[in-house]
C-alpha cells in the first residue's frame, strides 16, 4: 500500500484558496486517490476521490500530476466551517479492503 | 440513504469489563470497516468485512478484541477485560462492494475506560 505524507498542518484565512498537497511516490497502477475531512468528534467525509489528471465537484478540486506521485486537493474561498483534518489515502483501484488513513493535516481557517 | 449509525455514541467503564459496540452500516452496502482514532491521530484499521465474511484484521485487533457481522447486515465490535489503553473513539465505516468506493463513516463510540 503506498505511503502518503501530508504537512500536520496549515492556517489560513476567510476567502482565501487553500492547497494541501499529499505525496504518494509508491502508488501503483491500480490506485486511486481519495480526501476525507473529519470535524472533531465526527466521523471522517468523503470529500472527492480521483485517478489522474483534474477532478472538481461542489466542494473541491482535485489535481493528479501526470506521474501521480502526490495530489493537491485545492478549497476554494474557505470560510470558517472549514476549519477540519484533511486525510489523503491511497488505495487499490480494484480492492479497497485495506484503507488505511495517515496523520492527516489540520487546517485552521481564521477570520 | 441513512448513513451509517453506531451506539452507544459513549460508554464508560471500568478497567476489566467488558464492553459491546454495535454499528448499522447503509442497507447496500456489502463492505464494512471497523477502525480506532486516539487524540490528534488518523483511524488506525482494526478489520473489514464483506458481507459476513471477516476478511482482513489488524495486528493492533489483539485476542481481547472480537467482531462479528451476523447476516452481513449489522456489525458488533467486542472488547474483553477492557485495558485503559483501548480508549478511544471506534470508528464504523461501509462502502459498495466495488473498488474505488469511498468509505461512508458514523460518527463513532467514545469509550473511556477508568
Known amino acids: 500500500l503506498a505511503k502518503t505524507t501530508q504537512p500536520i498542518s496549515m492556517d489560513s484565512y476567510e476567502g482565501q484558496e487553500v492547497n494541501i498537497t499529499c505525496s504518494h511516490n509508491?502508488?501503483?497502477?491500480?490506485?486511486?486517490i481519495t480526501w476525507y475531512q473529519q470535524f472533531p468528534s465526527q466521523g471522517p467525509r468523503f470529500i472527492i476521490q480521483g485517478y489522474k489528471t483534474k477532478v472538481t465537484n461542489e466542494v473541491a478540486s482535485l489535481f493528479i500530476p501526470a506521474d501521480r506521485k502526490s495530489s493537491t486537493l485545492s478549497l476554494p474561498r474557505v470560510s470558517l466551517s472549514d476549519t477540519a483534518v484533511y486525510y489523503c489515502?491511497?488505495?487499490?483501484?480494484?480492492?479497497?479492503?485495506?484503507?488505511?488513513f495517515g496523520a492527516g493535516t489540520r487546517l485552521t481557517v481564521k477570520p | 440513504d441513512t448513513g451509517v449509525s453506531q451506539d452507544p455514541r459513549h460508554k464508560i467503564t471500568k478497567r476489566g469489563q467488558n464492553v459491546t459496540f454495535r454499528c448499522d452500516p447503509i442497507s447496500e452496502h456489502n463492505r464494512l470497516y471497523w477502525y480506532r482514532q486516539t487524540l490528534g491521530q488518523g483511524p488506525e484499521f482494526l478489520t473489514y468485512?464483506?458481507?459476513?465474511?471477516?476478511?482482513?484484521k489488524s495486528r493492533l485487533l489483539s485476542d481481547r478484541f472480537s467482531a462479528e457481522r451476523p447476516k452481513g447486515s449489522f456489525s458488533t465490535l467486542e472488547i474483553q477485560r477492557t485495558e485503559q489503553g483501548d480508549s478511544a473513539m471506534y470508528l464504523c465505516a461501509s462502502s459498495e462492494w466495488t473498488g474505488g468506493s469511498p468509505l461512508h463513516f458514523g460518527n463513532g463510540t467514545r469509550l473511556t475506560v477508568t
Open positions: 509508491n502508488i501503483a497502477t491500480n490506485d486511486y
Open positions: 489515502l491511497v488505495a487499490q483501484k480494484y480492492n479497497n479492503n485495506d484503507m488505511r
Open positions: 468485512f464483506q458481507n459476513e465474511a471477516q476478511l482482513e
